[in-house]
T-cell receptor, first 113, second 116 residues
Framework: GESVGLHLPTLSVQEGDNSIINCAYS??????FIWYKQESGKGPQFIID???NMDKRQGQRVTVLLNKTVKHLSLQIAATQPGDSAVYFC???WGEGAQKLVFGQGTRLTINP | NAGVMQNPRHLVRRRGQEARLRCSPM?????VYWYRQLPEEGLKFMVY????????ESGMPKERFSAEFPKEGPSILRIQQVVRGDSAAYFC??????????????FGPGTRLTVL
């Protein structure tokens, strides 16, 4: 069935520390993954994506790691800031040409001052 | 360039009434997607449309829900005879033409539907 799950529903980190948000996916045929950030009262905002032919991709302060062997995805945020407080979702897109995003439940990240 | 626009942002309906949610995609985007989000949960895909065509409606409930994306005007998600379980945030996303295999979906701010 369709499922993208997360290991932890909440995560609190100190401002300036690094944070790691994890995600497990079930469809071994998935070939495209995206991390979204959702602030309260807003729609999801694209953070970073990764194709299945890669195992790491870096952006500005964010890194996504993909481990296809154990079907695991992670989002690393470096030097967290108060503005990073939000709910983070991983999502997968099934198959080339498919346009259906399957979202995980989400992890609420709280940055403590 | 304005982003994806949704209106209304908040909608209150009584049980049995109809709800109409509108979505204007980003300029130049011809693909529209609707998702539903219950509190403390992830978004669930409902339907994928292109102009005048429903491409994938595998996430739409069989009854009371319909969606359209006419040649002119916004995409409409229509819920007839609403029930309390329809209370949720409904998000619209749009993407440009599928020239490449994967297109980023840009999300709107959502419509929060409350059924009394």
């Amino acid at each position: 069935g369709e499922s993208v799950g997360l290991h932890l529903p909440t995560l609190s980190v100190q401002e300036g520390d690094n944070s790691i948000i994890n995600c497990a996916y079930s469809n071994s045929a998935s070939d495209y993954f995206i991390w979204y950030k959702q602030e309260s009262g807003k729609g999801p905002q694209f953070i970073i994506d990764i194709r299945s032919n890669m195992d790491k991709r870096q952006g500005q302060r964010v890194t996504v790691l993909l481990n296809k062997t154990v079907k695991h995805l992670s989002l690393q945020i470096a030097a967290t800031q108060p503005g990073d407080s939000a709910v983070y979702f991983c999502a997968e897109l099934w198959g080339e040409g498919a346009q259906k995003l399957v979202f995980g439940q989400g992890t609420r990240l709280t940055i403590n001052p | 360039n304005a982003g994806v626009m949704q209106n209304p942002r908040h909608l209150v309906r009584r049980r049995g009434q109809e709800a109409r949610l509108r979505c204007s995609p980003m300029k130049g985007h011809s693909h529209v997607y609707w998702y539903r989000q219950l509190p403390e949960e992830g978004l669930k895909f409902m339907v994928y449309l292109q102009k005048e065509n429903i491409i994938d409606e595998s996430g739409m409930p069989k009854e009371r829900f319909s969606a359209e994306f006419p040649k002119e005007g916004p995409s409409i998600l229509r819920i007839q005879q609403v029930v309390r379980g329809d209370s949720a945030a409904y998000f619209c996303a749009s993407s440009p033409s599928a020239i490449f295999s994967y297109n980023e979906q840009f999300f709107g701010p959502g419509t929060r539907l409350t059924v009394l």
